[in-house]
């Protein structure tokens, strides 16, 4: 089976890379070494893996195409170093990643319908990643990287921001893949925090944000009208008129702390 015999499918987001200046470039965000264990998230025809096998660290693939995984165990079976697992990441176990003895990188270029699902599901594990660079649609990664008072800020850039330190490290034009796409795409480089999840913490953090930002327009007065007085809100430091993309993701987490607390004492717990 050779690369050229591929037909991409596009159910499955298959625009792969051609551009080998773009790809030398990933691969010295990525900077893999052989001390590294690598995630590599939809390898396709193994542009990028080439080079992460090169390095000498462990590189985990998971692909969803069989067709794909049949070229790529073809291609790099002399190679020890590589693992291919044929699966849909969104079913892929990340906690067995946690076996492994060192802290993992991430690396994919995302097929761009669920790679905001991806990265969520990989952010709920923070502490299981030094880092990784990811290819999305452009559009998607000013949202992720946008700060308040911006019309990209909202959910996705506070869900993200919160658990990572995220930036977009390189923009590329449609003329980079086979075949092209419809949308331009950016090359994003994002550094999880030490943070502790508490599951009860984090489902009333996002029912807050989801009301806010689900009424954009309104003020907080009227958006968060279910959680908060106007005089609450004042209270709390807040002004009242203000929109949901006025808020930082600190005030966000002081909002939430603040529900949490008032429910304690209200149920006595
Ligand atoms: N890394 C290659 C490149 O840069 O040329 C391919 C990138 S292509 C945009 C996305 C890749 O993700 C494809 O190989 C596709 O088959 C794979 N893929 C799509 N959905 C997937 C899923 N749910 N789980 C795992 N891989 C998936």
New binding site residues.
Partial sequence: MTTSSIRP?KK??????RDQNVIRSILALVKPCQEDNVL??????????KGLIQSGAVINA????SN?CRLLSEKFQNNTNFILHQ????Q?DLKELKKASKPWKVV?????N?ATKILIDLLSHPSLFTKMVV?TQLEVAEKIVAAPHTSNYGRLSIALQRKARVNIKLKLGKEC?FPEPKVNSAVLEIRPKEKKIRNDFEIKFSDLTRSAFNNRRKAISNSLKDFFSSDELLSLGLNPKDRAQNLSIETYEKLTNFLMLRERKEFGR
């Fill in positions: 499918k499955f987001g298959q625009n792969f890379l590599e998230i939809g390898p396709g025809t193994g542009v990028l893996t998971v692909e969803i195409d794909l699966c849909d990441i969104l892929f994919g270029n995302l097929p761009y669920i290819m893949f």
